[in-house]
């Protein structure tokens, strides 16, 4: 059996030795070279890493490949291209990065100005961002002392004209200006100075009108955009109703508006009709009865039908005595006064009666067959 031999040799027990004596002589002990020379390398790599991350920013700040270098602009109509980058801060920007671009605080910037309803701006590439606008297109001007209040489609003020400026939109008239809005609030909740009338509708029945009296300026715009030019007045009464004006045409009478689809289909019969439409021969187009449509006839450009309508309708009355006025739709006469075999003959509605209003003149109520045209029929 071999006995294993042992490592403690004297070598060992000499330097443990030495070791002990320099401790208790008070001297230090060698220290190793090794933990300095890594902390040096620690350093140089340090050094390193520093000049690269310099270097990659300072190339990369003079480097003109992610600089903005295209800017599409959508959705203008008011304002132009170059107008909406100038607006947004853009006008100089050779030296920015499209990646760097704060896009939401320049979409905001852009929503401030009155014309502008929302901003929407995107990156589409390292060095192109598109900008969508959309903007707030003046639909009508409020009137007030030859000032003109121009508001959008959700009744924003956008600006006040002087009355020597010119306006391209249609006035409305019996609006109070309280009923505008700024910043999304009703002009009336701001100041005492734009408060409705007293003798006024409540607040909220006055905006559920003048927001149809804004729907039906959208949906002229909308089907009659031949005759937009020839629009020059909108008005509301008091009760609400509303009339359309237009140039070479017999004021139209809406009434509340309740029936937009009918009435307006109507409205676009009775404009395409130049009998209806002669002003010398009619005084007013009443749209307001989604039952019974008529237009007042001048009496001194009565036909022979009509004439015979009105002598058989008097007749009538006197039997009856009823205090009403007949409404009959009749076939189209022409022009020259011929009278058509169907003149005689009642309407597909029948023979309707309305009540006589003590404020309109006496011109006569006449049915004509274009609004059942209108109506599709």
Not at 33 to 45: A, G, I, K, N, Q
């Amino acid at each position: 059996m071999r006995l294993r031999k042992k490592k403690n040799s004297k070598t060992s027990r000499k330097g443990r030795a030495s070791h002990k004596a320099k401790i208790r002589a008070g001297k230090q002990p060698e220290i190793s070279s090794r933990p300095v020379t890594r902390e040096r390398t620690d350093v140089l790599l340090r050094l390193i890493y520093l000049l690269a991350i310099f270097s990659i920013a300072f190339f990369g700040i003079n480097a003109h490949w992610p600089c903005l270098k295209h800017i599409d602009v959508r959705g203008t109509g008011i304002y132009s291209s170059d107008e909406i980058i100038s607006l947004a801060g853009l006008g100089d920007s050779s030296g920015l990065w499209a990646c760097a671009l704060p896009l939401d605080t320049i979409a905001n910037s852009l929503e401030k100005n009155p014309f502008i309803e929302e901003a929407k701006i995107s990156l589409t590439g390292l060095n192109s961002i598109r900008v969508q606008i959309t903007e707030r297109r003046p639909v009508a001007a409020i009137n007030y002392n030859g000032f003109r209040f121009v508001f959008d489609r959700t009744g924003e003020l956008l600006e006040i004209l002087r009355p020597d400026a010119v306006s391209h939109v249609p006035e409305v008239t019996n609006v109070p200006l309280g009923l505008l809005k700024y910043n999304g609030e009703p002009l009336f909740t701001k100041h005492p100075a734009w408060r409705l009338p007293e003798n006024s509708s409540s607040p909220e029945i006055m905006e559920r009108q003048f927001d149809r009296l804004i729907q039906l300026r959208y949906f002229l715009d909308r089907y009659t955009p031949d005759r937009e030019e020839f629009l020059t007045e909108l008005s509301m009464d008091n009760e609400g109703r509303l009339t359309v004006k237009y140039l070479d045409c017999p004021p139209i009478l809406l009434g509340k508006f309740d029936s937009p689809e009918i009435q307006i289909r109507r409205l676009v019969a009775a404009l395409d009709d130049s009998y209806v439409t002669n002003t010398e021969r009619t005084s007013l187009i009443d749209l307001s009865s989604v039952m019974f449509p008529c237009y007042h006839v001048n009496e001194n450009y009565l036909t022979n039908a009509e004439l015979r309508f009105i002598e058989r309708t008097n007749t009538d009355q006197a039997d009856a005595q009823l205090d009403l006025v007949p409404v009959t739709v009749f076939d189209d006469p022409s022009v020259t006064g011929e009278v058509s075999d169907s003149t005689d003959a009642e309407s597909v509605d029948g023979e309707a009666w309305v009540e006589a209003d003590d404020d309109e003149d006496n011109a006569p109520i006449i049915g004509d067959r274009i609004f059942s045209l209108g109506d599709g029929g």
